[in-house]
């Protein structure tokens, strides 16, 4: 029997272990988000503003809770089914949207949010008239982080195309 077995045994299981660290190190960096609260949240309204843009009220339902109720007693299959109502009568939309509010409780968890958009059939930017003949609304919401943001709660109310265009100025 080689003495020098037992050693070069060991040798082998702590560079095996030490790969497996290395390997889950590499794991838990690629799992964790590197994004704050306040990214992820921006990253949701992106999501969101390119599902509605493209009509995808599949992919706007994946975004809002199985749990979602609003003060109308609307549930996530009303509101996916409103959308895509709304998307089959209307020509493609652009949306501008300015976030104006967000603010984190429930240890980042749950995020209450204010959201200023204007809906139009032409692109749109923040410097641009054509503001003035966008459809302009304020939503309002609860987004609960629970893996993913998800929205649970949201009240969309119509504004002047005034404070509209205040809100991008």
């Known amino acids: 029997m080689n003495i020098h077995a037992p050693a070069c045994l060991f040798s082998a299981i702590r560079l095996s272990f030490r790969i ?40 706007l339902k994946k975004l809002i809770s199985k749990e979602y109720r609003d003060k109308r007693d609307l549930r996530r299959g009303d509101i996916t089914r409103i959308l895509a109502g709304y998307f089959l009568r209307d020509r493609k939309t652009f949306i501008l949207s300015n976030l104006e509010e967000v603010r984190f409780t429930n240890g980042d968890a749950t995020a209450d949010f204010r959201l200023l958009a204007a809906l139009s059939s032409k692109p749109l930017s923040a410097n641009d008239l054509q503001l003035l003949d966008a459809d302009c609304y304020l939503l309002t919401g609860t987004l609960q982080k629970n893996g993913d943001w998800l929205l649970t709660i949201a009240e969309l109310q119509r504004m002047s195309v005034d404070e509209c265009v205040n809100s991008f100025n």
């Open 20 to 59: 497996v660290m290395f390997l889950l190190f590499l794991l838990m960096s690629a799992c964790s988000s590197s994004q704050t609260p306040e990214q992820e949240v921006q990253e949701y309204v992106r999501t969101a503003e390119k599902s509605f843009e493209n009509k995808d009220a599949g992919d």
